[in-house]
Every structure is written in structure tokens, then in C-alpha cells.
């Protein structure tokens, strides 16, 4: 019998004290609030049936992805289909790009979006990880410690709405955890929670678009 639920977990802070963009950049790992996040996060499924544990290969991922390791007593497991999308503007500062017009063509097109990897293309290997995610895994529950733009983009598209969307209004806060089930051949959200909301009036989030 397959999984019965995916839990997509969004990473911690990001010790980002340059408020760069980083999207894919190594070296970008968890501030000390961030830690503090990813273990509210874990404790908060605690008593929980989670049997498998997979997270992106980014820095921030593997360490979001510890507490539930330790706790859980699994292995960390590594998929680059759930990694931050690829963006024309990482290693530099959103506001300088968008007042020099050699950045204004990468603009263009917000529906594909013409500054980095497309919604297709996300969609497309996000759902592939989690399609073998819930297939091999045998019941109990599975998490996939991912990033905002690829959690969002998953859960838009399995409420029916478009992949196109405003990156500054994206519900998907840091540690947030969005979880999907299986009905009849496709998932369905059924459970959005922010077990570390507390701690987000003191965080900075950005770094990716």
C-alpha cells in the first residue's frame, strides 16, 4: 500500500546577511533562527507515523531536513527534482537588477517566468518525486523538505489555479508545511499549517524568486 500522506516542508531562515538572491548558490545555510525553525517544525509532527524523509541538495534543506532526521531516527535522503528553480538574477540584489535596463528583458514574461526555470518545468519534476515518494514508500507518511517557489507552484496546481502567481503574496512561510493526498490518480491538499509562525516577525525571507 502506498503513503498516505506527503508533507512538503519549506526550509528555515537563511543566514542571508546581504539580502542576495541566492536561488542555487552553495554556502547559503541556516541562521540560527532558521535552525530554530526547522526543529519546531519536526517537533510539531511529533507521535507522527513519518517513515521516509527526502529534502532538495541545497545547504538550507539538509539542515532543515536534521531535526526531523534525529527525531524520527531516519536517513536524509537526496533528490535534486525538488531543488530551488534556477533564476537568471541569483548573486545579486533584486532592487539594483530591476532599475538596470539590461535586466528589463528577463522581465517580460511573469506567466512563464521569463527570469528562470518555468512552472512546466517545476511542476513537472516536483511531481515526479513526489509521484515515487508516495509509490514507494510503504504507508505511513513521507516528508520532502523543498523550497517556496516549487511548494507553491505543487499546491496551486493541485487546487485547479494557474502556476502564475505574485512571488510577494506566496502562502508558504519558512518551515511551513503543506501536505497532500492521494485521490483516485491525482493529490489533493488537505492540510496547511505554520508551526513556527511565532517566529516569523523577527525573520528576513528572500533570497529566491
Known amino acids: 500500500m502506498p503513503a498516505d500522506l506527503i508533507h512538503l516542508v519549506r526550509h528555515g531562515e537563511v543566514h542571508n546577511p546581504e539580502r542576495i538572491l541566492y536561488g542555487r548558490i552553495a554556502g547559503y ?3 540560527t533562527l532558521g535552525h530554530e525553525m526547522a526543529a519546531v ?12 524523509l527526502i529534502a532538495s541538495p541545497l545547504q538550507r534543506t539538509q539542515e532543515s531536513a536534521k531535526p526531523w532526521a534525529d527525531l524520527f531516527e531516519l536517513p536524509i535522503e537526496t533528490d535534486e527534482r ?18 538596470n535596463p539590461i535586466s528589463w528583458p528577463r522581465l517580460i514574461n511573469p506567466m512563464r ?5 518555468s512552472y512546466r518545468s517545476v511542476l513537472t519534476r516536483m511531481f515526479s518525486a513526489i509521484d515515487d515518494a508516495w ?6 507518511e513521507v516528508v520532502l523538505v523543498s523550497h ?5 507552484t505543487v499546491a496551486r496546481n493541485v ?17 511551513s508545511i503543506t501536505t497532500l493526498q492521494r485521490e483516485g490518480d491525482r493529490f489533493v491538499e488537505v ?13 528576513i525571507d528572500l533570497g529566491a524568486v
Open 29 to 31: 545555510h541556516l541562521s
Open 41 to 52: 517544525a519536526a517537533t510539531s509532527f511529533e507521535g507522527r507515523d513519518i517513515r521516509r
Open 82 to 99: 525538488i531543488i530551488e528553480p534556477h533564476n537568471w538574477f541569483e548573486g545579486t540584489r533584486m532592487r539594483e537588477r530591476l532599475r
Open 113 to 117: 517566468p521569463s527570469w528562470g526555470e
Open 135 to 140: 509509490a514507494e514508500t510503504v504507508s505511513g
Open 148 to 152: 517556496q517557489m516549487p511548494i507553491v
Open 159 to 175: 487546487a485547479g489555479r494557474v502556476p502564475f502567481h505574485d512571488p510577494r503574496k506566496r502562502r508558504c512561510t519558512l518551515s
Open 191 to 203: 492540510d496547511y499549517r505554520e508551526p513556527a509562525r511565532e517566529l516569523l516577525e523577527n525573520s
